[in-house]
């Protein structure tokens, strides 16, 4: 691999009681300067590896210098589940994150970090950022299904639309863009959006996109031919990479050299 090394790697994870895999890409550095870091969420239904398996991700990442980590995040939405069946998110933040810092020669979160995802990975990308802002300060949403939240069905997850109405909204990414809001401007995460012109999702993007507009809340938006399929999410990756390495400080390899 030019200009360094792929790794599937495993850390014990507190919060779900079991050892967790994760893929890692870590280049080579010149010196001991830090390296920034992006987490890589995958969609439902996906795992840890498909990121460097169904697309060119690794290609088109050994141009700059910068650490890419994919985490194993099961069917659990990135999300602590509702009656406590599941803990994705404090697994990502409490338990993969520390072991990052503690292994890898990593800089400090919050600019220098950012997280990415497709569908269920882009919802979880955006809503841990607005939550955990002070660890990332970037997200970015390929075909994000920002809508679960709000489905009118029991979801194994989120709970009941009714019952589970309260926590529900913790975890809706409208309500915590708002919240935001609320706060000093470089305690927000710089968001990316973006969708195909043909994916299902598409509706669900414009609405997010939409409220993000409406309430002031500056962002990043495309769309472009492409269905839910991965040939679009490489082209998305592939596009919004040089944007996310200027977010983060990631140098291209002849700049590091």
Request: proline fraction near 6%.
């Amino acid at each position: 691999m030019r200009g360094g090394r792929v790794e599937e790697r495993t850390y014990y994870s507190q919060a779900l009681k079991r050892t967790q895999p994760y893929m890692i890409y870590l280049p080579d550095r010149d010196g001991d300067e830090p390296l920034p870091l992006l987490i890589l969420l995958h969609g439902k239904g996906g795992s840890h590896r498909d990121w460097f398996e169904q697309t060119r991700a690794l290609r088109y990442v050994a141009d700059y210098s910068l650490c890419v980590v994919c985490p194993q995040g099961g069917d659990g939405w990135y999300t602590d589940a509702y009656d406590g069946s599941g803990a994705y998110e404090t697994d990502l933040i409490s338990c993969l994150l520390p072991h990052l810092q503690a292994t890898l020669p990593i800089a400090l979160p919050g600019k220098a970090w950012a997280i990415e995802g497709l569908s269920m990975g882009g919802y979880g990308a955006v809503k841990l950022a607005l939550k955990h802002y002070r660890l990332f300060g970037t997200a970015v949403s390929h075909s994000g299904a920002f809508d679960v939240t709000q489905s009118a069905q029991p979801h194994p997850v989120f709970g009941d639309p009714k019952a589970d109405s309260g926590f529900r909204r913790q975890h809706n990414v409208y309500t915590l863009a708002e919240e935001a809001l609320c706060r000093y401007p470089y305690e927000r995460p710089v968001l990316w959006l973006d969708c195909g012109l043909q994916d299902e999702l598409l509706a669900s993007t414009r609405r997010f996109h939409n409220h993000l507009h409406f309430i002031g809340y500056g962002h990043e938006y495309g769309e472009q031919a492409g269905y839910h399929t991965w040939p679009y999410w490489d082209r998305a990756f592939r596009i919004a990479l040089p944007w996310v390495a200027r977010r983060v400080g990631a140098k291209s390899v002849g700049e590091a050299c």
